[in-house]
């Protein structure tokens, strides 16, 4: 019998993660099922739409799974999550009823890689100020702090699937990787490429630090004043993760000094004011939260979703399996 596959997440987000082609995959499959209803979904369409599902897979927008929604899906084996954070959706009674659990961490954490990437290695060529410049007129001017990323050190706070692909991609240049994650043992660290050392350590020795730690209560304003202070002069401080974990203030008041440049995709909150200071400090770049998912990117998480489904069906491991016990360290 053919595997019913629920799509649970409104037609506007089907769209954005699913093309044309994804679709063909996915009926390749089984019974496709889905959600036709505009709108975050509803229990009363979600239960239509998980009967009698072997595989449900959701997205943003979508709410927990428990009680009535999973008695409609006896044999549900797997939630396949189309997104990031799966705390939105899970329930301890999906574990407990069997059923597995996959986020989408993996390729989103491919599109925050590249993007911090791109920034560390646009900001140590000082582009952005050359830019500025040469718009302006000039031509040389800021040439002489050009660096390369070569023979740098590079500073990971996180080993999450962006943090540990983004060291992956750092293995492409000659610069020395230090990693800071509590939850990291040495070996792995050093199976990463990276040397395990602590933050302060880390933040004293790096030429560039790229965030990539989850939002919990443990890592809030944990880039502080004084941390910050121990960062090198023409240090390049990155974040791609949550704004929450660096403290703007300190960083302000560490950026007016000239001392230190930062390229930040994300703030807290989101949008920052419009005079915020962070909007005009000339050290100082920020973008509207790209480094994830955005436009076509967002199609990786439809083909994870697909190859995922594979993987299950198969037998196989999956690659964005989530247990129970990792809850609470998970963003």
Partial sequence: MEAKIAILPEPRVQDRIFKPSHWEHLRALGVVVRNEREGPPQPETVKAVLEGAD??????????????????????????????????????????????????????GVGVAETALGLTIASLKNMWRLSHSTSGGGWSEGKEKVRELYEV??????????????????????????????????EQAESLGAAKVELDDLLARSDVVSIHAPSLPATYRMINGERLARMKDDAILINTARGSIVDEAALVEELRKGRLFACLDV????????????????????????????????????????????????????????KAEQMSTLA
């Fill in 153 to 186: 050190t590079v500073g990971v706070i996180g080993a999450g699937k962006a943090g540990s692909h983004y060291m992956k991609l750092l293995r492409s240049f000659r610069v020395d990787v230090l990693v800071y994650d509590p939850i990291l043992t040495a």
């Fill in 55 to 108: 595989i449900a897979i959701t997205s943003w927008g979508c709410g927990a799974l428990a009680g009535e929604l999973l008695d409609r899906a006896p044999n549900l084996k797997a939630v396949i999550h189309a997104a990031g954070t799966v705390k939105g959706i899970v329930t301890p009674e999906l574990w407990e009823r069997g059923i597995r659990v996959s986020s989408g961490n993996g390729p989103l």
């Fill in 267 to 322: 703030t807290d909150p989101e949008p920052p004011a419009p005079d915020h200071p962070l909007r005009t400090l000339p050290n100082c770049i920020l973008t509207p939260h790209i480094a994830g998912a955005v436009n076509n990117g967002v199609w990786r998480l439809g083909q994870f979703a697909i190859d995922e489904t594979k993987r299950l069906l198969a037998g196989e491991p999956l690659e964005g399996e989530v």
